[in-house]
């Protein structure tokens, strides 16, 4: 039960190793009194769970592994696992408190309990803890047979996961700003800029003992993040179901102040040779115009469900726009502006199952690499924009790689 | 089981008690508790109720963007030898003069076990957590310019508490206990007001509450109300004397509750007002 449980935490992806598992044991053996389901759930989440994007999934492997299970079952298992596997010497960085209690102690008392837990269980009665602090509480209220104790209200493990309630913490879950924020921070590139107000410790050394122990401060600039992002979005139309996600992928950016530059502009469907300030399309920018503006560094973040009209995509003044009219097709728009920003990522609210089967989304994502709009999706589209880019140099059209990141 | 003592919270600070018992699994096994969770559900706080309920000093360690690891082991104070030998006074030639112990330092050398909290641990550089890792595990550290070893005379007992600005290192997690403190449901909220104003009026802190988790599920807030929020709105209407109708039918003094202009201009904020 216990070694399945393992299991199914990693097949789940829960990151969860032979450390994480041995310290769980040490746990148990030390609280191995009040072993009880519930205390079981909540002390395996505190060591083997490191992160509340995990939660849901740890949920999910309780339920299949001890839903159902009765509390005095659970107890024999446990102590059967625990007289197999705890091995003193298996058992590194022991603190001195817990070494008192020898493994025959520990397992007396479990023996001990457990047959208490049966003479109520046979009793047929209720088995109630004074005050509600029993680990065992009232039984039968569920088919695990274990209410948690303790004032206000309690809840069954099980039911715990149950309800799932951290399913909202995954990671793969589109989330509130703060977490795209957190992934939009690793777009970072730090350099030394402007004034030298660090005080530089070596090279005032340096410069005092060269200066016959006459004290001689030496300052430097303090690093700060160089990297510049430009967010183009898709609005209206397709775009409309997904306008609160992007408006909080946007919020995100915006409000991360540690770029050197931020800029955003609007676009319907596809991009051609205008780019809109506003997300009523009233005032624009010439694509062209942005070339000349922005330098080849800027990390572009395309947002837009690449669904339109194949036309749209393939064909000369197919704009949906009637005053977009333009000689040139949208994927051509794509690949200049691909080519001008080596380093660009879309991100797309649809579900990754469609991109395949769906003509002008595939067509995007093979010029550009796509991504979910999702945190997930973004830590990998940030990972992607991180990546080094070799910029091609204009002044002898040779190509000179340039690192851009530390 | 051991010689510690348990935790069961403390008269101001009540704690669910999955709480409690990862606090102890924590206390048991000697690793440092990682607390997370929405700003305002008591990360910090329970520090401090930590110490006092095992009646241990609190060492605080808050922690900035410019914080180094090292900061916390020991700080060498170079400016000021330097200073010194240029302008005379102190005892120049004794390196030791000029070493001070960071708060981590000062956790290992007391002669009492301590409580060490190190604050929003996220803020600091994304290496700062990898760089505390010896110390955690060895609980000692080394100080090369007086050659000193520091070892812990006891193991305090540390908590960590982060705001998931920065993902954390995962050799890093894989050292340390971890929970997530949920933002409490209503019953543990009374709980929790309780605690602050024990003679709360009923009929007052039902309306309040309502109102509280009313604001709470409004989609899109920028800041969501936490449970600091509450208690400071609930000492507002204490001290301008508004009855429960009142807070039902207005909502007044929403600025208490709600910080962000946005917020405030939420359009179903509007019509609670009215």
């Given amino acids: 039960m216990f070694l399945a449980f393992f299991y199914s935490l990693r097949a789940l992806k829960v ?82 408190g817990l070494e008192k209690l020898d493994l025959d102690e520990l397992r007396r008392r479990f023996q001990e309990r457990l047959r208490q837990q049966n003479e109520a269980h046979h009793g047929g009665s209720h088995w109630v803890g004074t005050g509600g602090t029993s680990p065992f509480g009232h039984s039968g209220a569920h088919p695990s047979g274990i209410r948690i104790g303790g004032p206000g209200g309690g809840r069954m493990a099980v039911k715990v996961a149950e309800e799932r309630r951290f399913r909202n913490y995954r990671h793969d879950l589109v989330l509130d700003t703060r977490q795209l924020k957190v992934a939009l921070k690793r777009l970072r590139r730090l350099e030394p800029t402007g004034q030298a107000v660090e005080l530089d410790i070596g090279g005032t050394i340096d410069k005092t003992s060269r200066n016959a122990g006459e004290i001689d401060l030496v300052y430097r600039q303090p690093r700060k993040n160089q990297a510049e992002l430009m967010l183009l979005m898709d609005v209206g139309g397709s775009m409309d179901p997904y306008a609160q996600l992007v408006e909080s992928l946007f919020s995100a950016a915006h409000a991360s102040r540690h770029f050197k530059a931020f800029h955003h502009f609007y676009f319907h469907n596809c991009i051609y040779s205008r780019l809109y300030t506003d997300m009523q399309q009233r005032h624009f920018v010439p694509t062209e115009e942005i070339f000349r503006r922005y330098r080849r560094s800027f990390h572009v973040l395309v947002v837009g469900d690449a669904c339109m009209n194949p036309y749209e995509l393939f064909v000369p003044n197919g704009s949906i726009d009637y005053f977009e009219s333009h000689a040139e097709s949208g994927i051509a728009w794509l690949r200049k502006i691909r080519e001008h920003y080596p380093s660009i990522v879309w991100l797309n609210p649809e579900s990754p199952d469609y991109w395949n089967g769906h003509p002008t989304i595939h067509a995007v994502s093979q010029l550009i690499r796509m991504f979910p709009l999702t945190v997930a999706g973004l830590t990998g589209a940030v990972d992607e924009l991180r990546k080094e880019v070799v910029l091609p140099s204009f002044q002898n059209a040779a190509f000179s790689g340039q690192r851009l990141y530390e | 089981m051991t010689s510690q003592a348990l935790y069961q919270g403390t008269s101001d600070y009540v704690a669910s008690t999955d709480l409690q018992q990862v606090v102890n699994v924590a206390l048991a096994i000697g690793r440092p508790l990682l607390l997370k969770g929405e700003p305002g559900t008591g990360k910090t706080l329970l520090a401090a109720s930590i110490a006092e309920a095992l009646k241990r000093p609190l060492l605080r360690w808050n922690i900035k963007s410019t914080t180094k690891a090292v900061d916390g082991l020991y700080v060498y104070d170079t400016v000021q030898r330097l200073n010194d030998s240029r302008f005379g006074g102190g005892d120049v030639g004794n390196v030791k003069h000029y070493i001070k112990l960071g708060k981590m330092g000062l956790a290992f050398t007391a002669e009492q076990p301590v409580v060490l909290l190190i604050d929003e641990i996220d803020k600091a550089d994304l290496e700062f957590p990898n760089d505390l890792l010896a110390e955690i595990d060895e609980m000692r550290f080394h100080i090369p310019e007086t050659d000193e070893e520091i070892s812990a005379r006891h193991r305090p007992m540390v908590v960590i508490t982060s705001n998931s600005e920065k993902e954390l290192p995962d050799p890093f997690l894989r050292r340390c206990v971890f929970h997530f403190i949920e933002f409490p449901d209503e019953a543990m909220m009374t709980r929790i007001v309780q605690v602050h104003f024990p003679d709360l009026e009923k009929k007052l802190l039902q309306a309040a509450l309502q109102k509280f988790f009313e604001l709470r599920k409004l989609p899109n807030l920028k800041k969501p109300p936490s449970t600091s929020e509450l208690i400071d709105w609930l000492h507002a209407l204490l001290a301008m004397g508004i009855d429960s109708k009142r807070i039902l039918e207005e909502t007044p003094m929403l600025g208490v509750l709600l910080k962000n202009e946005q917020d405030q201009a939420h359009p179903r904020i509007a019509r609670l007002r009215r």
């Fill in chain 1, 15 to 96: 990151p969860v190793g032979t450390h994480e598992w041995l310290d769980l044991m040490e746990a148990l053996s030390a609280e191995l009194s009040e072993s009880s389901v519930d205390r079981f759930y909540y002390l395996g989440r505190a060591l083997l769970v490191k992160s509340e994007s995990l939660y849901d999934a740890y949920d999910q492997a309780f339920l299949a592994c001890f839903s159902g299970v009765e509390a005095a079952e659970f107890k024999k298992q446990l102590a059967d696992w625990l007289n197999r596997v705890v091995d003193p010497a298996q058992r590194p960085e022991l603190p001195p």
